[in-house]
């Protein structure tokens, strides 16, 4: 039996299968692929971040028949790109959390949120790796981090230190593909964000969760709902 093909991208920090958790299952039902974006592979050395070739995985990863996309973060900037340039093999994308802030530059959360960010991302390679995860997380999530103690997390250091400002990202929406965003309702700027891609036709729904509502029971249900759904007359009820 010929099962619809569903990819996963990752944001900035866990990757590939680890990043998403509540959807392992969806194999059962799925041909579910989990992605590692350019420069995120646990044995190698992080690379500088490229949107372009996360975009070009994205579209390997989906073959020629096409599929489903849910993108998280970061990852829902190389989503959009692929979508973009071949709209007829993505049959629906979920953005979660989607960090595409090029669409919103000029509305008031992200403009405020450029401003905070930017003078971190102009000075990220005189810092360390350790400096600037510090800074990052104090700065996008008002908490405190602790030093990275392992290899993994140095890497991961390292990886989000190399990551490009997504406000930088080539982007245009997206026509004719049926899309769901979903959001924590935690943050003022990926609720604008939703909130101008829902003005362009996409289907917005909140869970709980924070920044990971893909990792809530009702964010999983959405996710579900809407790619059994999608390609008919669907309607997803909020929570």
């Given at each position: 039996?010929?099962?619809?093909?569903?990819?996963?991208?990752?944001?900035?920090?866990?990757?590939?299968?680890?990043?998403?958790?509540?959807?392992?299952?969806?194999?059962?039902?799925?041909?579910?692929?989990?992605?590692?974006?350019?420069?995120?592979?646990?044995?190698?050395?992080?690379?500088e971040s490229d949107?372009?070739?996360?975009?070009?995985?994205?579209?390997?990863?989906?073959?020629?028949?096409?599929?489903?996309?849910?993108?998280?973060?970061?990852?829902?900037?190389?989503?959009?790109?692929?979508?973009?340039?071949?709209?007829?093999?993505?049959?629906?994308?979920?953005?979660?959390?989607?960090?595409?802030?090029?669409?919103?530059?000029?509305?008031?959360?992200?403009?405020?949120?450029?401003?905070?960010?930017?003078?971190?991302?102009?000075?990220?390679?005189?810092?360390?790796?350790?400096?600037?995860h510090r800074e990052?997380?104090?700065?996008?999530?008002?908490?405190?981090?602790?030093?990275?103690?392992?290899?993994?997390?140095?890497?991961?250091?390292r990886r989000l230190?190399?990551?490009?400002?997504?406000?930088?990202?080539?982007?245009?929406?997206?026509?004719?593909?049926?899309?769901?965003?979903?959001?924590?309702?935690?943050?003022?700027?990926?609720?604008?964000?939703?909130?101008?891609?829902?003005?362009?036709?996409?289907?917005?729904?909140?869970?709980?969760?924070?920044?990971?509502?893909?990792?809530?029971?009702?964010?999983?249900?959405?996710?579900?709902?809407?790619?059994?759904?999608?390609?008919?007359?669907?309607?997803?009820?909020?929570?």
């Amino acid at each position: 039996m010929h099962k619809e093909r569903v990819v996963f991208v990752h944001g900035a920090g866990a990757f590939g299968a680890a990043a998403w958790p509540k959807q392992h299952g969806m194999a059962l039902g799925y041909d579910a692929l989990f992605l590692r974006r350019h420069g995120f592979n646990a044995a190698e050395e992080p690379l500088e971040s490229d949107f372009a070739s996360d975009a070009r995985i994205l579209l390997e990863t989906l073959g020629p028949n096409g599929g489903h996309v849910v993108a998280h973060e970061q990852g829902a900037v190389s989503a959009m790109m692929a979508a973009v340039d071949c709209p007829g093999r993505i049959r629906s994308l979920v953005l979660v959390e989607p960090a595409c802030l090029s669409l919103t530059a000029e509305l008031p959360a992200t403009a405020a949120y450029r401003a905070l960010m930017a003078p971190l991302f102009e000075v990220r390679h005189h810092l360390t790796d350790a400096d600037y995860h510090r800074e990052y997380v104090r700065r996008a999530f008002s908490l405190e981090a602790h030093d990275p103690d392992t290899a993994e997390a140095r890497r991961a250091a390292r990886r989000l230190r190399l990551q490009a400002p997504s406000w930088e990202a080539p982007l245009h929406i997206v026509p004719g593909v049926p899309t769901l965003v979903l959001t924590g309702g935690w943050e003022p700027l990926y609720e604008e964000i939703a909130g101008y891609l829902r003005e362009t036709g996409a289907l917005h729904r909140t869970a709980a969760g924070g920044h990971r509502p893909q990792d809530s029971a009702d964010g999983d249900r959405l996710i579900r709902s809407f790619i059994k759904q999608v390609g008919g007359s669907y309607s997803v009820q909020a929570s």
